[in-house]
Every structure is written in structure tokens, then in C-alpha cells.
């Protein structure tokens, strides 16, 4: 099983140009002291954990979930603290950044042009285009719908498909289960599932993230539970 890693070394193993994982931990997220300040409130509060595998996120609505996830993502920066991706800052590289898949409450996609225009799109900013994930989701037959054609359940789809199109090393799924019809669903978690790299997938239904490796639990901007135990994850929350 994948989950915590106590290794010591952490430092990245890389040449300045390219990206390269650290040797010792090549699949680790580490967080240390991290917070996040919106003016006097804070979203989070010297949050510190290390994992890698799948790590799902709980937490009630204003935990502090998708603040977390979009720091993890680059696109917050912490008002304190640090993160580090195979030894790198998100904010700070670049090359990190594009080995990380995002899926947030907004899909990012072209509403107007197709699911095939979208992510040719993506693939061409990339550079990549792994093509093989739209049969996976079940996008074959809509290639050529425009996107406001699209049920709610399929639009994630696509958005997935957006985020698995450049190989990510690093998969962050906030909330992608929510609002989604029982196909779909499915259809997602079987994704989720199967993605071979770092899942971090927040959610507060715990029952949708049983399969993770690593639990981290959040109230009001606090970690009040991490580790590898599903039971302890949902007993913390559900105590909350």
C-alpha cells in the first residue's frame, strides 16, 4: 500500500532544465506549517502531513478543502508555510506544474467549442495527447457536441479527460463526484481508481474515497485527522 512516507530525504534530483522526481520519495507530497489567510480569516492553519498513493481530502463544507487542493495545484500561493512535490514548489516551477491534472468546481473548458476542439486544444498547450482516455470515459460519441450540449455528468467527464490528456504525475480532484449522475459516477471512480500517480481527491461523502491509501480530515482550516486508517478518518469527521 501506498500512504505515508517516512523517509528523510526529500531534496529533488534535477538538472534546472527538466523535472525529476527525488529518488527516495519519488511520489510524495510534503507539507509543512502551511496556512492560508484571506484578509483576518483563515482557511488554514499550520497544516503538516507527507503522502503519496491516493489521499482523499474530508471535510464539511468551509473546511478548508479546496483551499488546500488549489495550493497543492500552484494556483493559491500560501500565506505561510511550504509545500513540496517530488522536492519542488508548485508556485515556483513551472515544469512541475505541467505534470499536475486539476479538476476544480470550474471545468475550465470552452463552452461553445466541441469536446474534441477543447481538448485539442489542451493537448496542443501541453504537448501531449493522451487520446486513449476519451474512450476510458465514455466520450467517443460526443466528440463533436459542444460542451453547453453537455449534461452535468459529462461535462466532468471532459474536464477529467482535460486534466489526464498531458500523463500527470499528480491528479487533484476537488469535489469531482458532486452533482454527477449514477453513470457517470461510476464512471469516474473507476478513473480515480485506476490513475497510476498521486490522487488527491477531496470530497465530504467519505464513503467515495474508501479506496485511498491516506486520509487527511480538516475542520475549520485545522488537520484534526491524518493517516491510513479509513475508519479513524470517518469517526473524526463524523464526530465533527
Same mark, same amino acid.
Given at each position: 500500500?501506498?500512504?505515508?512516507?517516512?523517509?528523510? $530525504?526529500?531534496?529533488?534530483?534535477?538538472?534546472?532544465?527538466? *523535472?525529476? $522526481?527525488?529518488?527516495?520519495?519519488?511520489?510524495?507530497?510534503?507539507?509543512?506549517? !502551511?496556512?492560508?489567510?484571506?484578509?483576518?480569516?483563515?482557511?488554514?492553519?499550520?497544516?503538516?502531513? /507527507?503522502?503519496?498513493?491516493?489521499?482523499?481530502?474530508?471535510?464539511?463544507?468551509?473546511?478548508?478543502?479546496?483551499?488546500? %487542493?488549489?495550493?497543492?495545484?500552484?494556483?493559491?500561493?500560501?500565506?505561510?508555510?511550504?509545500?513540496?512535490?517530488?522536492?519542488?514548489?508548485?508556485?515556483?516551477?513551472?515544469? !512541475?506544474?505541467?505534470?499536475?491534472?486539476?479538476?476544480? @468546481?470550474?471545468?475550465?473548458? &470552452?463552452? #461553445?467549442?466541441?469536446?474534441?476542439?477543447? !481538448?485539442? *486544444? &489542451?493537448?496542443?498547450? &501541453?504537448?501531449?495527447?493522451?487520446?486513449?482516455?476519451?474512450?476510458?470515459?465514455?466520450?467517443? #460519441?460526443?466528440?463533436?457536441?459542444?460542451?453547453?450540449?453537455? /449534461?452535468?455528468?459529462?461535462?466532468?467527464?471532459?474536464?477529467?479527460?482535460?486534466?489526464?490528456?498531458?500523463?500527470?504525475?499528480?491528479?487533484?480532484?476537488? $469535489?469531482?463526484?458532486?452533482?454527477?449522475?449514477?453513470? /457517470?459516477?461510476? %464512471?469516474?471512480?473507476?478513473?480515480?481508481?485506476?490513475?497510476?500517480?498521486?490522487?488527491?481527491? /477531496?470530497? @465530504?461523502?467519505?464513503?467515495?474515497? $474508501?479506496?485511498?491509501?491516506?486520509?487527511?480530515?480538516?475542520?475549520?482550516?485545522?488537520?484534526? &485527522?491524518?493517516?491510513?486508517?479509513?475508519?479513524?478518518?470517518?469517526?473524526?469527521?463524523?464526530?465533527?
Amino acid at each position: 500500500m501506498q500512504g505515508i512516507c517516512n523517509s528523510p $530525504e526529500t531534496g529533488p534530483e534535477q538538472d534546472g532544465k527538466g *523535472f525529476q $522526481e527525488c529518488q527516495r520519495c519519488p511520489r510524495l507530497i510534503v507539507c509543512q506549517k !502551511l496556512s492560508k489567510r484571506f484578509g483576518e480569516n483563515f482557511a488554514l492553519r499550520e497544516i503538516s502531513f /507527507s503522502a503519496d498513493g491516493k489521499i482523499a481530502v474530508f471535510g464539511h463544507n468551509g473546511a478548508g478543502k479546496s483551499t488546500l %487542493v488549489k495550493i497543492l495545484a500552484g494556483i493559491l500561493k500560501p500565506s505561510s508555510g511550504k509545500v513540496e512535490i517530488f522536492g519542488l514548489e508548485p508556485r515556483k516551477s513551472s515544469n !512541475l506544474r505541467r505534470r499536475i491534472g486539476v479538476v476544480t @468546481h470550474n471545468p475550465m473548458l &470552452y463552452r #461553445e467549442l466541441t469536446v474534441r476542439e477543447n !481538448l485539442e *486544444f &489542451y493537448s496542443k498547450i &501541453y504537448q501531449a495527447g493522451n487520446w486513449g482516455i476519451v474512450c476510458s470515459l465514455g466520450l467517443k #460519441e460526443k466528440l463533436n457536441f459542444r460542451i453547453s450540449e453537455l /449534461s452535468e455528468g459529462f461535462v466532468q467527464r471532459v474536464a477529467i479527460a482535460r486534466a489526464l490528456m498531458i500523463n500527470p504525475k499528480l491528479l487533484i480532484l476537488d $469535489e469531482a463526484l458532486s452533482g454527477l449522475d449514477a453513470e /457517470s459516477r461510476e %464512471v469516474v471512480l473507476r478513473i480515480m481508481q485506476e490513475f497510476d500517480g498521486i490522487l488527491v481527491f /477531496s470530497t @465530504h461523502q467519505f464513503e467515495d474515497a $474508501e479506496f485511498c491509501d491516506s486520509f487527511i480530515v480538516l475542520e475549520r482550516g485545522r488537520l484534526v &485527522y491524518f493517516g491510513e486508517s479509513y475508519e479513524k478518518a470517518v469517526r473524526s469527521l463524523s464526530a465533527r
